[in-house]
């Protein structure tokens, strides 16, 4: 092995180690969703249970992915896995995270109409579907505090 290969891969393990750490409001999230889906209070949840607490958490999870996680984990073989466990599963896929990603994805939520813009009717549906009662002056508001080129809607920018 090359000495600059061997750089380059003391380079990444530095990297890794220096990952930031969830916050509080992140682990609170992750021990709500595994105890609302702990249905029988028994610190662990079984492979139907792990799959929506996954999704609920955001992970677009396949079944090949829980079953693998459940492979990894479950080392009594109950079929299930344990708090600390999933807690350790769900802090690595978070941290894991694409920041970018993210936003794009949550952008993509609002532009259901695919013009790489959120106008006020993206927003009015996204309003109504959460249950919210905007009226069109709030969510032009809104809008108008990221609109950078005037034209009445925001855009994703590209980076």
């Given amino acids: ?3 600059a290969l061997r750089d380059e891969l003391s380079v990444d393990k530095t990297k890794k180690k220096k990952r930031r750490e969830l916050t509080e409001e992140q682990k609170q999230e992750i021990k709500d969703t595994f105890e609302l889906f702990d249905t029988d209070k028994d610190r662990a949840i079984n492979y139907h249970q792990l799959k929506v607490a996954m999704r ?32 350790e599963v769900v802090t690595d896929w978070i941290l894991d995270r694409d920041p970018l990603e993210e936003i794009l994805k949550a952008f993509k939520l609002f ?7 959120i ?13 919210e009662n905007m009226s069109d002056e709030e969510l032009r508001g ?18």
């Fill in 119 to 131: 106008s006020l009717r993206n927003l009015r549906r996204v309003a109504r579907e959460l249950g």
């Fill in 142 to 159: 809104m809008i108008e505090e990221f609109d950078k080129d005037g034209d009445g809607e925001s855009t994703c920018w590209k980076i």
């Fill in 1 to 3: 092995m090359s000495l």
């Fill in 56 to 87: 609920a958490l955001g992970f677009d999870v396949k079944k090949a992915d829980v079953l693998k996680i459940l492979k990894d984990y479950d080392r009594e073989s109950t079929g299930k896995i344990t708090f600390e466990d999933f807690n």
């Fill in 111 to 117: 532009d259901d109409d695919d013009s790489g813009k």
